[in-house]
């Protein structure tokens, strides 16, 4: 397997950028299928989320495999191959694994640590399953990647980084207000991350707290657990001309703060300073908000950064010596693996020596003692396999060393293993395989 990835983050691409080449969940299976079917592309998966797309691929051959990623990620988006090849990142083999498991684990997530990331890494290996586009090598990848995502969840603290990540910007909000209590507060949006920055708004003694969600319920919900008071979106403007500080986080694909809502509800403050606080992925609040006197918008970009540059993120140190472990398992493994046809040919041929020769011997000895001639063969099997024993486990030891296939193929060339036989045994079932349910 030669493993490349293609693809860009919110760490290579302006918002607006991932934004237009996300590939939406309808359209992913004809989409990795597409990929899979590049003359260069032998396997596919594609990982699509809010700040990631992603193509990891076996390729036949690197440049001419990883142009047809480029081409097939620029004709998505709708743009020239040169207008997206400045914001993409290219890795290949070993670096693809580092690279992999770091975002299962939420290393590379905009909001760092995240657990979400891991449904969506399965979501995307079973959606190149039933597209027919995903083989051995890269089905053992992702399951490696999903299995080291859920060892780093259960071992170190890194899911405490959403934490830290409102309150990074609550701090912040806190600066420039001169402090947040007895602040009049809103939150947009009632899931985990909002939950979060109302419990953070409370104990920070916030005067009011307000939380506006399109599904009233869900509101209604946050708030009686905060001691705040729910709205709809229908009073959203309403809301934004009485707030101090406004966190918005939302799953919804627009602007939900938009700018002449924004612009509407400013007018009526007097002057007074405010703060948005835009913790979704795709952005909540429009950025010309930012053009509004008195209005400071910090987004996700802003405080993952910042959160990384103060060290602020737990456990990270853990996470990221977890990650080393398993690349350097999987990649010793996968050497060792490889090695693995040219070991089962060797002892297939040996097997096929040892019953020739006692089929000679039985020509030639008939009528012997059944006793005496299964004592023969057992002698033979163990001389056989003593010889054999020293050179294919430490062929196998060797093969995780650099350059240590080549071992492996002395082997195969000192013995004239037939090349048949080896790509057989190379050539795994596929037929059966299983997407492994991730359990955090």
Same mark, same amino acid.
Do not use: H, I, W
């Given at each position: 397997m030669s493993v490349a990835v293609v693809g860009m983050s919110h760490r290579t691409a302006p918002v607006a950028l991932l934004e237009r080449s996300a590939v939406g969940p309808d359209a992913l299976p004809g989409f990795t299928a597409s990929v899979a079917a590049a003359p260069h592309v032998a396997e596919a998966v594609v990982l699509s989320t809010c700040n990631r797309v992603e193509v990891y691929a076996d390729v036949r051959a690197f440049h001419a495999g990883v142009g047809e990623l480029t081409a097939a990620l620029a004709e998505s988006a709708g743009l020239a191959v040169d207008r997206l090849t400045p914001h993409l990142y290219v890795h290949y083999e070993d670096r693809v694994v580092q690279h992999l498991f770091e975002t299962s684990c939420g290393l590379d997530s905009m909001v760092l640590g995240e657990a979400q990331i891991l449904g969506q890494v399965r979501d995307a290996l079973r959606v190149a399953q039933d597209a027919g586009s995903v083989g051995r090598g890269l089905h053992e990848l992702f399951q490696r990647a999903l299995r080291v995502g859920k060892r780093v969840h259960a071992e170190t603290g890194i899911d405490r980084a959403g934490s830290a990540l409102v309150s990074l910007g609550l701090d912040l909000a806190g600066g420039a207000l001169d402090g947040l209590s007895g602040r009049r507060a809103l939150v947009v949006g009632a899931g985990s991350m909002s939950a979060l920055a109302a419990a953070h708004l409370v104990r920070a003694g916030v005067g009011e707290l307000v939380v506006a969600n399109r599904t009233r319920a869900h509101a209604d919900r946050l708030a009686a657990s905060t001691g705040g008071r729910a709205v709809g979106l229908d009073a959203l403007e309403t809301e934004l001309r009485r707030a101090d500080v406004v966190v918005a986080c939302t799953g919804a694909t627009g602007f939900v703060v938009r700018h002449d809502v924004m612009g509407r509800a400013h007018a009526g403050?007097?002057?007074?300073?405010?703060?948005?606080?835009?913790?979704a992925l795709p952005r909540d609040v429009d950025p010309e908000v930012l053009a509004l006197p008195g209005v400071t918008l910090v987004d996700l970009e802003e405080l993952g950064a910042l959160l990384v540059e103060q060290d602020r993120?737990?456990?990270?140190?853990?996470v990221r010596v977890i990650v080393a472990e398993e690349v350097a398992a999987y990649l010793a493994e996968r050497?060792?693996?490889?090695?693995?046809?040219?070991?089962? #040919?060797? %002892?297939?041929?040996? *097997?096929?020596? @040892?019953v020739a020769e006692l089929a000679r011997f039985d020509g030639r000895a008939a009528g012997l003692d059944p #006793?005496? %001639?299964?004592?023969? *063969?057992?002698? @033979?099997?163990r001389v056989v396999d003593k010889l054999l024993h020293a050179p294919t486990v430490r062929v196998k030891e060797l093969a995780a060393e650099p350059q240590g296939l080549a071992y492996a193929e002395v082997l195969h060339a000192l013995f004239d293993l037939d090349p048949a036989r080896y790509r057989a045994v190379a050539v795994a079932d596929l037929h059966a395989v299983e997407v492994e349910e991730p359990r955090w």
């Open positions: 403050r007097d002057g007074r300073p405010q703060v948005l606080l835009d913790l993120a737990p456990d990270l140190e853990a050497q060792s693996a490889r090695v693995a046809p040219t070991v089962v #040919a060797l %002892r297939a041929m040996a *097997e096929e020596v @040892v #006793a005496v %001639r299964g004592e023969v *063969e057992r002698t @033979v099997r």
